[in-house]
């Protein structure tokens, strides 16, 4: 079946301190990846998205790149700020559906 | 704000009564998705429509239903509910189908059934 396991949390970091989120994935076929955001109170945000092998996705200075072989696609950022406090999801979208399937979640706490 | 909104963002409401939760997908969205978020499920996805025609469904109860309207709002209804129900309700909207599109969501709608 498709599942996505990440990291449990929290994970607590000084301001720019450099950020990792594991995140590995089960799926058949060829899944796109995803990594959403979840600020207190909001709903979720597109943080970024891969669609296939070796792709990278970035946003707001977060990276995580689409690795088949080891069926990953971690979460990082060099310098983490305290507004990047929040739950983050990894995800992913089966090969032809819609649907999306997360892991859950991993709070960032970050101090100043 | 992602132009997707929900309705009640909270409900209580006791077992055995029923429900119905409110969504309104950004302007020209054609798709619309329902998602449960408990502490037990963790985040998961119910059911999909696509202009007014059901897509996809997966993890959604039989007491549970929705529905698409021809102005491309969307409505879950919650039957005989019961104390496992409680979790916060996403709906999320995209332009299209497919994972090209981004799905947007809505802020939720907490439940809680006591």
């Known amino acids: 079946g498709n599942s996505v396991t990440q990291m449990e949390g929290p994970v607590t970091l000084s301001e720019e301190a450099f950020l990792t989120i594991n995140c590995t994935y089960t799926a058949t076929g060829y899944p796109s990846l995803f990594w959403y955001v979840q600020y207190p109170g909001e709903g979720l945000q597109l943080l970024l998205k891969a669609t296939k092998a070796d792709d990278k996705g970035s946003n707001k200075g977060f990276e995580a790149t689409y690795r088949k072989e080891t069926t990953s696609f971690h979460l990082e950022k060099g310098s983490v700020q305290v507004s990047d406090s929040a739950v983050y999801f990894c995800a992913l979208s089966p090969y032809n559906t819609d649907k999306l399937i997360f892991g859950t979640g991993t709070r960032l706490q970050v101090f100043p | 704000d992602s132009g997707v909104t929900q309705t009640p963002k909270h409900l209580i409401t006791a077992t055995g009564q029923r429900v119905t939760l409110r969504c309104s997908p950004r302007?020209?969205?054609?798709?619309v998705y329902w998602y449960q978020q408990s502490l037990d499920q963790g985040l998961q996805f119910l059911i999909q429509?696509?202009?007014?025609?059901?897509?996809a469904k997966e993890n959604i109860l039989e007491r549970f239903s929705a529905q698409q309207f021809p102005d491309l709002h969307s409505e879950l209804n919650l039957s005989s509910l019961e104390l496992g129900d409680s979790a916060l309700y996403f709906c999320?909207?995209?332009?299209?189908?497919?994972?090209?599109?981004?799905?947007?969501f809505g802020p939720g709608t907490r439940l809680t059934v006591t």
């Open positions: 429509y696509y202009n007014g025609e059901e897509r």
């Open positions: 302007s020209g969205d054609l798709s």
């Open positions: 999320a909207s995209s332009v299209g189908s497919g994972d090209l599109y981004e799905q947007y």
